[in-house]
């Protein structure tokens, strides 16, 4: 992800699985983006410091995952190297 997509829907629709890099070292307080699984392939979101409201990955560590096809989440940084993760995710 780049600054340039906030406020974006970042719609992932690729023929393997994708990875989306959330950025450390950046003061991107106030970026939201949200973003869909539009295929069937993978999701994950990276790194795995994030705080995500989900009690799934509260009890968990490891990469998250958007759960299935067509699901969408939201992701709004909080802090520098803080993120909020909200909507269906999974553990990988």
């Given amino acids: 992800m780049e600054i340039q997509d906030n406020g974006r829907l970042l719609k992932c629709n690729n023929d393997s699985d994708i990875t989306i890099t959330l950025p450390r070292n950046m003061n ?30 509260k009890k968990s560590s490891g990469t998250l995952q958007i759960k299935n096809q067509y699901d969408t989440i939201a992701i709004k940084c ?13 553990i990988s």
């Fill in 78 to 90: 909080i802090a520098e190297d803080k993120w909020l993760i909200n909507g269906p995710v999974k």
């Fill in 28 to 57: 991107f307080v106030g970026f939201e983006v949200e973003i869909v699984r539009w295929g069937n392939k993978e999701v994950t979101v990276s790194p795995s410091n994030i705080i995500c409201n989900t009690e799934l990955a």
